[in-house]
């Protein structure tokens, strides 16, 4: 169930980012969104936005998401992204450690830390542009737009054209295909959703997710671990240890997991980062307390509603279109109560445990003063000491009514309740 519980919840969460259908905005929103042409779709709607419409106001917002996820998506592809073939148990026993497999791009273009730091800019502006429009669009309108997410195009390869191939339903296809396993598919299934303005502060509070890991890098000078480790990621982009010639030698085993236990003990070498823009730091604890403040305000909307048409997350009096995961009293309440806990360990009043010190660790403080991220010294304990203070420290008390109300299965449902 804990498997299936993570696909449903992810595949529902992914899907979340399109939308589409009830007025004009709606009709624009779900066009633009199935064919995959994002900027044509923001210059569409921009007359209704100016007018005042809400629904144009979320499609706004849905589009500018999308968009950064494309403009990334294509960027990695550009470079030749691919994902590291390195697992833990392959770095501590050695077993399925290969070289990286060769990118998509047959042809990728070389790529620079300062490329990369541009990449992740635009992708955290482009969130922010869309946190302010779904943030506006939740305020009011009675709006429910519903679309087929698994239509929803991105032209990932940046050829101008989104292919079929290049839909939500085609690179969803290996996540989604465990959760039909168990039932025969059904022809004609209804896989649509209905969005209104409580999903608009949802995606909201998600873009702000998305933001803070862009943030978060974009505070430090991470350089060092892009020239040592980088390859590993874009293996035929240019960088320096992709580019030097290879032997064939080995240390313990053979050269191509060698080399990549080399490689994963080089960025743990190099994962002390000096913190450059401290202003940018900070403002990654407040993207993080916006979170929160969003899934308050996404309850409340929920909690009004009285219509059920396709809820992506349902009150306890609506339909759940998620096989398995009931929403209850019970389960609105203990999110709220964690909602408190984590506000209290984002203001510094609830300290973070440490398994060194009887001391918590200040999140806050973290985020308002570090000068320097050194993962291992943090983790060790010396890096640590200037953000121990006394005080009550997060215990599984803290998590008790989340515990008792979702059980094993807390994690999803924080993923899908944001």
């Known amino acids: 169930m804990g498997k299936r519980l993570w696909l449903a919840v992810l595949t529902a969460s992914m899907l979340s980012c399109a939308v589409a259908e009830a007025g004009e905005a709606g009709d624009l929103l779900r066009d633009h969104l199935y ?5 044509d779709g923001l210059a569409a709607v921009a007359p209704l936005v100016e007018a005042g419409d809400m629904e144009a106001h979320f499609a706004t917002g849905v589009l500018e998401v999308a968009g950064g996820f494309e403009r990334l998506a294509q960027g990695l592809y550009r470079h030749g992204a691919v994902v590291p073939d390195t697992t833990v148990a392959g770095i501590i026993f050695g077993l399925g450690v290969m070289e990286p497999p060769k990118p998509a791009n047959p042809d990728p273009e070389p790529i620079t830390y300062d490329a990369l730091r541009a990449m992740l800019q635009d992708f955290a502006d482009s969130m922010d542009r869309g946190r302010a429009a779904l943030e506006q669009a939740g305020e009011s309108g009675d709006y429910v737009v519903t679309l087929d997410p698994l239509l929803f195009r991105m032209d990932m390869n940046a050829d101008g054209t989104a292919e079929e191939s290049e839909s939500l339903g085609m690179l969803l296809a290996p996540m989604l295909e465990p959760l039909a396993a168990p039932k025969a598919k059904s022809k004609g299934a209804d896989t649509t959703i209905g969005f209104d303005r409580a999903d608009a502060f949802w995606l909201a509070g998600y873009s702000q997710i998305l933001a803070a890991q862009a943030d978060f890098l ?13 390859h590993r990621i874009f293996p035929a982009s240019g960088l320096p240890m992709a580019e030097a010639p290879s032997g064939t030698g080995s240390l ?5 997991s060698d080399m990549a236990i080399a490689d994963m003990i080089a960025a743990i070498h190099m994962a002390d980062f000096p ?3 401290p202003d940018r730091l900070k403002g990654v604890l407040a993207r993080l307390q916006a979170v929160t403040d969003f899934s308050r305000r996404n309850w409340e909307a929920i909690l009004a509603e009285t219509d059920d048409e396709r809820e992506l997350v349902p009150s306890p009096d609506q339909t759940s279109i998620i096989p398995g995961l009931d929403v209850t009293e019970e389960r609105v309440d203990a999110w709220m109560a964690t909602l408190d806990t984590a506000d209290a360990i984002l203001a510094g009043e609830l300290l973070v445990p440490h398994w060194r010190f009887s001391q918590g660790f200040d999140i806050k403080a973290y985020f308002e003063t570090a000068t320097e991220t050194d993962l291992v010294m943090i983790m060790t304990g010396y890096g640590a000491l200037p953000f121990l203070k006394d005080g009550p420290v997060a215990d599984a008390e803290s998590f008790a009514e989340a515990n008792r109300a979702f059980g094993n299965q807390l994690i999803g449902y924080a993923f899908w309740f944001n």
């Open 275 to 277: 913190v450059i823009e």
């Open 252 to 256: 313990v085993m053979d050269s191509a």
């Open 35 to 39: 064919a995959g042409s994002f900027e």
């Open 218 to 230: 974009l505070a430090h000078d991470f350089e060092g671990l892009f020239d040592a480790y980088f």
